[in-house]
């Protein structure tokens, strides 16, 4: 009994170290992810960072989703690293199928490679997806089976958004927070639904669920906005709208004070 | 019609002396085997390292009515190595060693301690294996109980160090294999930079594309993740650095912060152009896979004053010799950048020019390959990362 007691113990004490993730994110069945891990940690300066992680068997790949809430000042070195002014990455923020920005900061990928990376910030809150290719060797060189590239980009970008509203949920209302407690917050801070709010203005609305983009037309205007982003297209200008848009349990919410100027 | 009693069963093993481990699922229990209804869970490695102190107890259950002293006789223990030979290891000194033990009626007792030693000293692996008796010659009608047990045995170098005090068993293998036989803290840790640069397991990313892969927020490693994703993958001279910082404190090397190595140079672009490099992933036998490539710093393993760095392989060792292979335990000068005169060798060659870059953003360069080598002396500083994940 005493032994059974003690290796409870350890399991019990490496729990709580390490529990389970704190958020959930809908991958399609056919894209053939299965989740292999799902982990909250808590490190010693007290930053947070919650992650799933999926592997695919048909193409040997993985797939990390990450939510994060830091407590303690990025290093100097990591600024001094991302904000290299020749190979700095931190405005490198377009290479979506989108084509808008997530959060206030980050990067994405460059160009077709062995892996892709979304990173998104908004202060303190961060989201990042990262997606590894394995290789075969060709020629003494890996080659990276990355074939699927646009489809999986496609799915990056729509994670990286969904995760960049729950970090901004977390950030507003708390780690692990409702998603009751996540509206109160949005109104509280001057956030209100975008769809009815648009649909008051006479716009009429389509959602691209991969983008995470939503259109709005009404006569020759046609507005497009994305979760997670503080841009987006009025026609084909790219605008800034001051603030980011928030995913919440399926709905849009935003600030309207910038966007009202936006509408003829 | 007589009934034979239940025999003494076993339940816990419990070692010491050993290292902690765990594995990418989580740590491994302590005492290594145990006893529970739905069976016995066995730890699935032992580690030690070459001067360890090991001893080891056996618990075992006397479901029956009968009680008395017996006789606990560990009669082997040897280490079942990959060619199939064995090491004998001793016991207490000996062979064998026994001791008395008592038994009492339906309940679980343990025996003494026994001390095992005489693996070799040098970093190596194999199947521990020990044979033992419970004597029950002077308790009538209680049949004695006897079996040999096996598990994985990896001696190191030192005993873990760092992130790794409490050892992952991925990476303890790893080193195990690339650092076999060794007993010579340099000579393993070469062997540590050879082995990951020949893994077939980080390629880097190229130019188009230097982030760090598996880096989370907070600046930590992300361990877990990279251990379940198999095979190839990218990592540039970070991810690369730190994994091999990991496999040297997996072996209990020094764990020296790891070094960045930085160039403002004359133009203040903090750029430079490598040598001829090969990066990890490829083949640093076929000459067209060195290249130079634009750079503003580098990030390498430091151990006892020398730089080990398994992202790149050179052509040219430091004294103009044929080298094809990555750099290990280099000084930094050496790993740097040696002036020869008509020759140079080393990892920088000389400062990008302004009129070279074409693109900021992205990133873009014409490089003139005619411009003479040209560098200085780097400035390092130390990398700190937030930890594993």
Known sequence: MTALLSLTTIFLSYNQAQSECKFNLFIPAERGFVLDLSRHHIDQLSNEISYLFFLRSSSKSSLSVDVGLRRSPRSKQTIEIESDPLFGYLNDRRGLPSKLSIGLEGWTPRGVSGSMKVVARFENASAQVTLHYTAHKEKGKPRFNNETWDEDIALVESLARQAMSIAVRWKLAGVGSSIDAGRESLIERGYVRLGPWMTSKGFTVTWDPMKRMATFTKGNQTIKLAEGSREGFDGSVRKDHGSLIVGLNGELWAKTSQLSSWIN | ?389
Not at chain 2, 311 to 326: F, V
């Open chain 2, 1 to 389: 019609m007589a009934h034979a009693l239940p025999p003494i069963s076993a339940r816990d093993v419990d070692f010491t002396g050993n290292h902690p481990m765990r594995n990418v699922d989580g740590p491994y229990a302590d005492p290594e085997v145990t006893w529970s209804s739905s069976g016995t869970e066995a730890a699935p490695a032992i580690s030690i390292d070459i001067d360890g102190n090991l001893s080891v107890k056996f618990e075992h259950y006397n479901n029956s009515d009968k009680s008395g002293t017996g006789v606990f006789q560990v009669y082997f223990a040897e280490l079942l190595l990959p060619d199939s030979t064995t090491v004998p290891l001793q016991v207490n000194g000996n062979s064998g060693a026994s001791a008395s033990v008592s038994i009492p009626a339906y309940g679980s007792f343990w025996s003494p301690n026994f001390q095992i030693s005489g693996w070799d000293p040098w970093i190596h692996g194999g199947q521990l294996r020990i044979g033992y008796l419970v004597d029950t010659t002077g308790i009538p009608g209680l049949v004695g109980y006897g079996m040999t047990r096996e598990w994985r045995f990896l001696v190191n170098l030192e005993p873990p160090v760092g992130h790794m005090a409490t050892v992952w068993h991925e990476l303890l293998e790893e080193t195990t294999a690339y650092a076999w036989g060794e007993d010579d803290p340099t000579q393993a840790g070469k062997d540590l930079t050879f082995g990951l640069y020949y893994a077939q397991r980080f390629a880097y990313p190229g130019q188009e594309n230097l982030t760090s892969n598996w880096f989370d927020e907070s600046n930590s490693f992300k361990l877990s993740t990279l251990l379940r994703t198999s095979g190839w993958v990218t990592g540039n001279c970070y991810d690369v650095a730190v994994y091999l910082h990991l496999l040297f404190e997996s072996q209990g090397l020094s764990n020296e912060p790891l070094l960045r190595l930085c160039q403002r140079g004359p133009y203040d672009l903090r750029a430079f152009l490598s040598n001829d490099i090969c990066p990890i992933g490829s083949d640093s036998t076929i000459p067209s896979n060195y290249n130079p490539i634009a750079w503003t710093n580098h990030c390498v393993v430091l151990f006892d004053g020398k730089i080990f760095d398994a992202c790149l392989a050179l052509q040219k060792a430091p004294d103009l010799s044929g080298y094809w292979n990555p750099p290990a335990s280099w000084t930094s000068t050496q790993h740097w950048y040696v002036d020869h005169g008509q020759e140079f060798t080393g990892v920088a060659k000389r400062f990008i020019q302004p009129s070279e870059i074409i693109s900021f953003d992205p990133p873009q360069f014409n490089f003139d390959l005619h411009l003479p080598h040209e560098m200085t002396q780097s400035e390092d500083t130390t990398f700190i990362f937030g930890g594993i994940l």
